[in-house]
């Protein structure tokens, strides 16, 4: 890496540990992570997508929001707090998909979607229960229903 970009990175994760100290005095949660300890554990990759972190000052959009390759501080474990071996620098969407979930909640969410991508893949889309369907079982309708609009079905007031 040329000295350059190792500056961008060293800058970047100076204002990182800045902003994590400042959570952690907020939320009341333990932070003895120094910079040092930061530009050990800083990969180039993305360890969760694989992606390459933007570390530079183009990782903002236009509003000021992190772009989703930024580099963001994650606590493993939210209730650990900014200790040793409980953080690890992934991209900004990668910690966002997590946010303060558990490990089950992360489970809960994948299952359900897994489970509606599947109903979507037998079915070819979602279909809610009727409303008038108490034990909210899937009604069949029919893919191309048919309108008689002879002059017979008009007179039995069938259009």
């Known amino acids: 890496m040329n000295p350059e970009n190792n500056l961008k990175k060293r800058k970047h994760m100076y204002n990182m ?41 183009k990782s903002k959009t236009k509003q000021g929001s992190p772009q989703h390759a930024s580099p963001s501080l994650d606590r493993i474990d939210p209730e650990k707090g900014y200790v040793r071996g409980n953080v690890a620098i992934i991209s900004n969407k990668a910690n966002m998909i997590k946010s303060n979930a558990k490990l089950r909640e992360l ?4 299952d359900w979607l897994h489970d509606r991508l599947k109903e979507i893949e037998k079915y070819g889309s979602l279909r809610p229960p009727s409303i008038f369907d108490p034990a909210n079982t899937y009604i069949q309708r029919p893919t191309n229903p048919r ?13």
Do not use: H, M, N
């Not at 932070?31 to 933007?54: M, N, W």
């Open 107 to 110: 489970y809960a969410v994948a």
């Open 17 to 57: 540990l800045y902003r994590a100290k400042k959570r952690a005095k907020a939320k009341d949660i333990p932070c003895d992570v120094d910079l040092e300890y930061l530009c050990s554990i800083a990969p180039d990759i993305c360890p969760v997508f694989g992606t390459a972190l933007l570390w530079d000052t």
């Open 147 to 159: 309108i008689d609009t002879s002059a017979s079905a008009r007179k039995r007031g069938g259009y």
